[in-house]
Structures are given as C-alpha cells and as structure tokens.
C-alpha cells in the first residue's frame, strides 16, 4: 500500500487551477490541452484506511475530495455522437481558401455538457494538429488552432473581437474601433493559422434588435474572411431566430447566417427505450468506477441506484454530476464511504431538477418507467 504522495498532491493541485476564466487566455487553453490526466487516487480498504495515520488520513480525504470534485468528463452517448458530428463537420471544412466554411450552431438546454463537450473536442483538435502540423507554423508563429471566447450579457461586435484578441493577448485590444479590432483578429487568427473558432454562450447577444443584426452580419463576415469553422453554442439560438427565415429584412439577413449554418443539439438521458437505458447505465457504471469510496461495492451507482438518480437529476447529466459530487464528498466527510438513497437524499441538488423530480418518483412507484436494462433471457431478474 502506498500513500498518496506530495508529487501527486501538487499535480492534482496544479489541474485544479484550470478554472474557466483561465480559459479566455490562449495560455490557459493550453493548459488544458496539454494537462496530465489527473492521478486517481487509490482506492483503500477500510481495513487499510484504519492503519493511516492522521496525517495520511487527512491527505488522503484531501486528495479524495479534489478527485470527486472533477470527475468528468465522462464519454457519454450524447458527447460520443456529437463528437462524431462534429468532426464530420469539421473535416469537411477542410477546403481550399476560396470556399466559404459551413458553421455549426450547438443548441440545447442548460446543464446537458456543451461547455464541457466542446472544451472536450477542442482539445482533441489542438492536440491533433499540433502532432500533424508542430507547435509553430511554417512561418514561426505560434500555432493555435482553436480560439475560444465566452460571451457575457449585452455583447456586441466589437466586443466579440475584443474577446478573441484578448484570447490571443494581442498589444492592441485596448483601444480601436470595431473594425480596427476586426482586423487585428483577422491577424491573429492568420498568423497562428487557427481553424476552430468557438464562441460560447451566444445567447447573450440580443439577436432581434440592431446589435443582433450586426452580429449576424458580423459573423457572416468572419465565415467570408476567417479561415475558420464557427462553432456557436448557446441556449434557444433557434427561438433568437439564428436560423429563422421569414419575410423582414432582417430576417433574410439572419436567414444567410442559417443557410450556412448546421445546427447540433444535446439530449438528456432518455430511459424509454433500451438503447437509452444502456447509454444511461454505461454512464452509471463509468462513475461507479471512478468513484473512490472504501464501501463501495459493484453495483452501487449502476444498479441499485438507477432509478434513483434518474429521477433526482431527470437524466441531466449536470445535476447528475452535481449529485454525485456532492454525495461522495458526504460520503468521505461523514466515514459512510459509500453511495446510497439515504445518504443522497440529504444532498441538496439545483432547483430545476428537484421541481421535475415528483413526477417521476410516480411513474417508477406505478411501474410506468424503468431505467434498469431489460435482463437477458434465462437469467434470474
Ligand atoms: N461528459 C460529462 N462528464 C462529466 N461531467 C459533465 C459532462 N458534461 C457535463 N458535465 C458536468 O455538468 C455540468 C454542466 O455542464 P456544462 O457546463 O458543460 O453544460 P452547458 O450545457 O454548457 O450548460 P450552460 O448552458 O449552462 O452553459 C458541469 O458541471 C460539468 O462538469
Ligand atoms: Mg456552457
């Protein structure tokens, strides 16, 4: 037996500091890209937890909690099938100079991992073209090939092109106009020849007035000049009419945007069909496994669990992960060091699910709804 050590305390310290604000800076981008895996700790027997010391105690606990706090992101069917999208998008954008790249719209609802799917795929691209093209372009500059900026509320274009000098920490994102701005980014863009530009939370523009044309214009402008593929994300794009195609002129200028636009979409687990309770219980058992609590025993998350966590997240994979966090931290605080419906059910999670969360405790109470898969024929339920 081996107790966590300082080295492995540090790197996990150091992975930690990865916060999202790190991540409007290329540098912190890259921290990302390139981060070890993060050292799971090992899993003890209680048998062995008891020689610890206090000292080795409180370490390993400490190490335990950072290690629950993060432990994502997990391959999930909804992540696996976008990734395959989006890489199909991507590729194919990989035309010649004069062809217009087709953008991608990622639209869903809160809390179901666009953020962390996109971060996800972003640092599989960076690290793709960084081992096929090197760290610096033919013409010595620095390569990134993806950009990254997040919106906050009221953002205009200026801003937007603010935001991706700022990524590239550019001398001159201080002071300029929106199209001085513009053409710096161009500029950076060019010389580290980034390819991906992803801008998340998009919802923050307000499309349906003048600023919103402006941005749809504007980003017509970058798919014309930028050589880049435009990954939006954000929440109700199509109810902001990003993709409407009415009669107003404005809506024929959002409408340009949309013809060129692919739109992608995340789902929720959805236990009604088979296929989707495997996807949910793949999910269940890959926690199961990372989970590092002495009791644990196989099956804790994936089967006894199942409809439980089902209905306290209603197959949101945020409020699931929230829980699950939440709980093991309780688990390890408490010495309970392991998952179950009474310990759970002292853990707060967000409001949205605890709202859903009655209706579905009366369809798995009358039988209606099941997440558990079906068992195979000649096996005992
Ligand atoms: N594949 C995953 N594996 C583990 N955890 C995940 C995964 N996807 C999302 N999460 C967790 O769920 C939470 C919400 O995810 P995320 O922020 O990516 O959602 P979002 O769709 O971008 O939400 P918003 O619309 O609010 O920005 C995060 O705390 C994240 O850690
Ligand atoms: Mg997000």
Known sequence: ???????????????????????????????LADAPRRIRPELLSPRQVKTLGEEALA??????????ANLGPLETPQMKALHEDLWDIFDSND?????????????????????????????????????????????GHERWPVCRVGLTSNTGMRDLN??????????????GTTADFGYRALDCVLSAE????IV?????????????IEVSNHFKYIANEFPVTLLMVGVGLEKRGLFSEGVTYEDAILAQTGRRTTRLGM?????????????WRDTL????????????????????????????????????????????????RTGAERLNEELLSAVKNDAASEEARRELELAFETGQLTSRLKPLPGTAA
């Open 1 to 31: 037996m081996s107790d966590p050590t300082r080295a492995q305390a540090e790197e996990v310290d150091l992975r930690a500091r990865l916060d999202h604000l790190t991540l409007s800076r290329k540098e912190g981008f890259a921290r």
């Open 59 to 68: 370490e390993y606990n400490r190490v335990r909690r950072k290690w629950h």
């Open 95 to 139: 035309q010649d100079g004069d062809k217009v790249k087709g953008g991608i719209a990622l639209d869903a609802f809160p809390g179901l991992g666009k953020t962390t799917a996109v971060l996800a795929f972003a640092r599989k691209l960076h690290r793709r073209a960084i081992r096929e093209g090197g760290a610096f372009t033919g013409e």
């Open 162 to 175: 603010r935001a991706i000098l700022e990524y590239f920490g550019h001398p001159g994102r201080h002071r």
């Open 194 to 197: 980034t390819t991906l530009l």
């Open 200 to 212: 998340d939370d998009l919802h923050f523009l307000r499309w349906r007035n003048k600023s919103g």
């Open 267 to 279: 789902e929720p687990f959805d236990i009604k069909t088979e296929q989707g309770r495997r996807g």
């Open 285 to 332: 058992l890959a926690i199961e496994e990372r989970v590092i609590l002495t009791n644990k025993y196989p099956g804790m998350v994936a089967d006894d669990l199942s409809n439980y966590l089902f209905t306290r997240s209603t197959g949101h994979i945020g409020s699931l992960m929230t829980l699950i966090n939440r709980g093991c931290q309780r688990a390890v």
